[in-house]
């Protein structure tokens, strides 16, 4: 390792202990009441909910695989490519926020409208982070992680860990995976982001929300993106 990957290395492990601390009470407060919510909720809805997000996350995991240039980061040292990541995140986060402000102020009707434009954002943005660090996202193997990725980012407690062991050791696990938990996906995410969701709606207030929350949850995202892969990389140099 040169000097920049073995500083790499240590926020890395610094990352993980974070990762690995449990959540503060508003988080682990909030993610209990949903579970209640969730539990009065009959299994028919959750059906219809879970094939809901499983087709819209498929949708845009197609679009974006048709949007993203290849190899974006070929002949890039590790330290270009996060650059490169930092660059686009910031990007993505203007995007982000400009959306959200622009739901947030259209009340109930438009907030409902945040939900699949987020979405696609944010795996817009996490296909780019896999051609900057080496990997092809048209596979499926990728996509896959790509998946993972996003689940690490937003889950509560129990689950971010059993994905951050998933993702650590992904080169022995890969082969065991066929597809994620659908049902599990769609709730973790749900759970994660319903109460700044619901704040977004609020009139007055709901473009102001929807700016920060989007811009926080994107930042979000490309801090556990550029983890992640910096992670794979440091352990298993990707072939394309």
Known sequence: MNEYE???????????????RRSGFIARASKKAQTKVNQMIPEKVHYILTESIKNMVKATLAG??????KQQGAGLTLA???????KRLAGFRKTAAVEGAGTGAGGILLGMADFPLLLSIKMKFLFDAASIYGYDPSTYEER???LYVFQLAFSSDEKRKETLERIENWEEKKAQLVEVDWQEFQQEY???IDLVKMLQMIPGIGAVVGAYA???????LGETAMNAYRLRILKTPPQM
């Open 6 to 20: 073995l500083k790499v290395y240590e926020d890395v492990l610094e990352w993980k202990r974070k990762l690995k």
């Open 64 to 69: 974006s695989n048709i949007t993203t240039k």
């Open 80 to 86: 270009e490519k996060d650059g490169l990541l930092q």
């Open 144 to 146: 896959l992680f790509i």
């Open 190 to 192: 749900r759970d994660y």
């Open 214 to 220: 989007n811009y926080n949850l994107l930042d979000q």
